[in-house]
């Protein structure tokens, strides 16, 4: 301690404080199982156990744990149980954490090159090393006029790309003008919520979303796309922006990708692919159909935090032209100036997100790829998709559930023949049992159960285990 | 290892690992003075040291650690350091790692309520804590109407602020529409950059947001923006949105709250209070003066990531009409619907901001405040409050020095009378220097250097050696 009165934590507390919340950790990941996967308290639980004022003086390290304990472990829904199957699964990995750990501890600030060089760089160098596993199209490489950015989420990666394909559609007028309420975005009606909320916040409004309708297996129609664009054209507006989906949330079905390209480029719309979980399935050659196009997309984004073992927030964002994204974003007050950023050979990550600051997270992800390798990841991917036909085939061959939609990667769509309720009730006991976390979608306006195959240590007996607490569900 | 061939780091392995990261980041805060504060490396030197391509197979934790050592910490900018006096400090403290360590390792993603009861209720608790522990008003606690919500940054809270109170100024109709060009925006000529990109973002565009004049301590004339909204309203548009700074990046001057909050009351106009850095000071019952008349705002945003210990990212936003913000940004599908949201007993944190996922960014908050206690947070801001009146007054009674602005928070502004070229000369050679970081301004026209007092250890004895080195530097 520099000074008296203020009770900084010492180098050695820290030592002794972090072993301590590392075994605790340690541990966390070697009891799981043993928590219910749906956090069972009601509302008001957490918040009725906690110390209604703050201390005045500062509280032994000891207690705190004591109450995260009690207090914050009923609260928790174990997204990290190998029982967890609801959503999407957004798994972490040891590697993961101890990376984000080294970013915790160095806490810098990447908004420019020079606020800490390696912090950009290694973001840059991790984003190429993606794109060649996945082996994405060589316009996503830092190499020539694109590149990769990590940003918190796909949520957020797509807003940027809404802005930025809004800026160069408008021949970078809407920035100073704001938006003049004739542009015109895309998606299906099967894409995610976040495609709508970003084109809410860039204020082009949701009645300018037009929603593509989907073929029988729920993946985007192009003919009723381009025809969707021809009738807007036809009345004076501005088709400017197409949202195509890699496994949409519901059911993962993937939209065609060099189809919707084909029609982006003929006239002239910003396609932007949103495979925020099944881009990850790409690191298996046998899987890079899915991707099928992608040359022809203008911006690309898919989570590492959902189901390539780096936790959250790493969203991996690819845009083919970095500067039609920086000049959108780049606003440049003298505060920030500096000869670097002024000579143009380093890139400031600042102005390809929305915030002005940024963590470190390309550690955690550079972690990870060391720790397993491409081929370790790769097992890692195959062994869900097996694990997922498997489960799929279980479904088609039981007489009391029918798959509700096609599963190409590692989530399945099921539901009992007996109508919504049933499904409800067949739900509802499942995530009360506390032994299996699934949740529901609708798709062909029925009631839907899903199963997502994607936690760290989910493996074979735990599928099976859930299918035998579904079968005991829908025969009680 | 549940399957073969899956390279997962066991808990053991874990406890070992985690041990040698805890033990390297100890070290690290040990040895932080003996780095050059700013990274020394030229633009490339990082990205030619990493490996071309990812490794095929799984590699030894030691050696990513050796490459931490060797590649990534000579491209470090020490924000860390008790030498790092640039932009504003990104303090972090040992409580803060180990809760965000914590959070890393539980891998919950706090979306929905139910989806971790805990993730959300504890935030709400620990934001009621910090609206207590700086006096904010009532109208931002959980028990009324309004509330507090962790954002990632000041730049995504003021975003979401435009958000709310341009679907509020339109009667919830931009989210359908689009905006349709008349809505108007104002701030001062010294506010943060992220104003002006939140409103480029919202597609208000920046021809919309008024620059209003500051008076000789830099701070907003309100007078100037009653003027401003009453020549738009002449003219029929939307007055719609003003953001009043509360301490601004180049020179900590403090907009008149209460004088702005009246006229924006008096016509209908959005209040947001950007107080990123100064907020903190607040804690201090004889600093509470910046905040006069806040309970005349709609909303309001400061960085516990700053000044109060608790690593990045960690911003605190608060409204005072909840409803608004989550009519502006909820959008429901199916696959997140469930009991709880629909009872509207609980809170879903992912209506009020942009993303949709979202960390357990509340523990590090939670672990800061408990370590420290009320007290020990105090007398750590009133520390630095003391040392920037010290170094102010070596300025002050300086002869080859002059104060460029008022110095009411944690940040002197300073500038040599001899001109552009010998400031800059100065700053360059103390940066090169590796011994302090300073960064620059522009105020009055003229080139300023600035010197922020906020970093976890710095105390007097490096503020005394920041002086003889910018001495030094003066007189070279």
Redesign the interface.
Known sequence: M??V?????T?????K???Q??????????RVEDYPV??Q?E?????AA?AE???????D?D??MAD?DG??????????SPGFH??FN?????????G???S??????GML???????T??E??VMD?LA??LDLPETFSSSGPGGGVIQ??A??AT?TAV?AA?EKATGGT????????N?IAYTSAEA???I??AI?????????LRSIEVDEAFAMRPAALEEAIRKDLAAGRRPFFVCATVGT??STAIDPVRDIGEICRRYGLWLHVDAALAGTAALLPGMRWIHDGLELSDSYVFNP?KWMLT???CSAFFVADRAALIS??S???????NK?SA?G??IDYRDWQ????R?FRA?KL??V????????LQ??VE?HLRLTRLFASWVENADNFELAAPAPVNLVCFRHPGGDAVNRRILDNLNASGDVYL????LDGKLTL?LAIGQ??T?E?HVRRAWELIQAAATA
């Open positions: 520099d000074r009165g203020i009770p900084h934590m180098p050695d507390e820290f030592r404080r972090g072993r919340v590392i075994d605790w950790i340690a541990a966390y990941m070697e749906l956090s308290v509302p008001g639980d957490v918040r906690l004022h703050p201390p005045a003086t500062g509280q390290f207690l705190v995260l207090v914050v472990m009923p609260g928790i829904t174990h997204w990290q609801a959503f957004a798994n972490a990995s040891g590697p993961a954490i101890l984000d750990l080294v915790s501890g160095l806490g810098v600030q090159w020079a606020t800490s060089p390696a912090c760089e290694l840059t160098h090393w060649e596993m918190d989420s949520s957020s807003l802005i809004r809407t920035n100073h003008t704001g938006n003049l309420g542009l995610h919520s976040s709508e909320k809410r916040v860039a204020g082009i409004g949701a009645d300018n949330t519901s935090h936790n959250f927030d959108a974003l606003v440049l007050p003298e505060y920030l100036r670097a000579s050979t380093v929305i915030p002005l600051g963590r550690l550079w972690f790829i060391r720790h397993y390798g491409v081929e370790g097992a890692f062994e949740s529901h979608t609708r899903r760290t240590h493996a007996r």
